[in-house]
């Protein structure tokens, strides 16, 4: 039993981090997942208004990626609503507006970071609320020991509307090689190897910023042991356990609202 475990693990992560080869069916694919991670995202709550955006870098032009346009609900998300940009900050294909915010920060990301597919940011609650203290994210539960040495912390343009380069480039900086970013007085950045890993990170880092921001206020927490926070990145801090963890919310998308895939 566990070999059959082990085997279907190990042709998961195949399909997980293996391009198709073929550009068309790559770029569907990740079209789509970018739509489910975004309805995916506007049915957790952490969309609010026209703030936030998720992109997926194109797998044949590396120059250019996918985003949501500007003003389009997250919950409502379709493939065909996606709007490909490129590091000129020019809509290249689809018709939609495109959010500067978006091209300032993700734009800016995706040319530092040659590795990274996807990126997630929205304003939430949690998140942004959290961003407000400008200290680290604490190891004091299980889950936050996925973030273990991997949040950055920037404070450039903090509470500005992001729409100059010169932040975004200073945010991305910033990041480093780290997988996530706390923009201060702004909120949560999660960047994966794909659409799954990045909203999936993205999740789990608001759940975990509510989690000490809940502990915090009632006492003072007990901070998880170094060798177990290390034991904790290396079990679910690396980036096929994000793309991983997202496949429940696919599966159910997937079940209940077919029509996102149009």
Known sequence: MANTMEDKLAEMEKEATTSTGDFAAERLHRKQRLACGLRTMGRLHLAEGVAGHVTVRDPEHLDRFWVNPFGTNFKL????????????????????PLNQAAF??????????????????SHSMYGKTF???????????????????????CNDGSGAVVLSEEIGKKMADALGDKKAMIHQNHGLIT????VDAAVWWFIALERACQSQLVAEAAGTPIEIPQAFCEDGLKAQGQDFAG?????????ELVAREPEFLN
Not at 80 to 90: K, T
């Open 191 to 194: 960047t994966g190897g794909s």
């Open 77 to 96: 998300m379709t493939v065909s609503d996606l709007i490909c940009v490129n590091h000129e900050g020019e809509v290249v294909e689809g018709d939609g």
């Open 131 to 153: 961003s407000t203290l400008g200290k680290p994210l604490k190891m004091i539960t299980q889950d936050s020991t996925m973030f273990y040495n991997d949040v950055a912390l």
């Open 104 to 121: 300032a920060i993700h734009g800016q990301i995706h040319q530092a970071r040659p590795d990274v597919i996807a990126a997630a940011h």
């Open 243 to 251: 793309w991983f963890q997202f496949q429940p919310f696919w599966d």
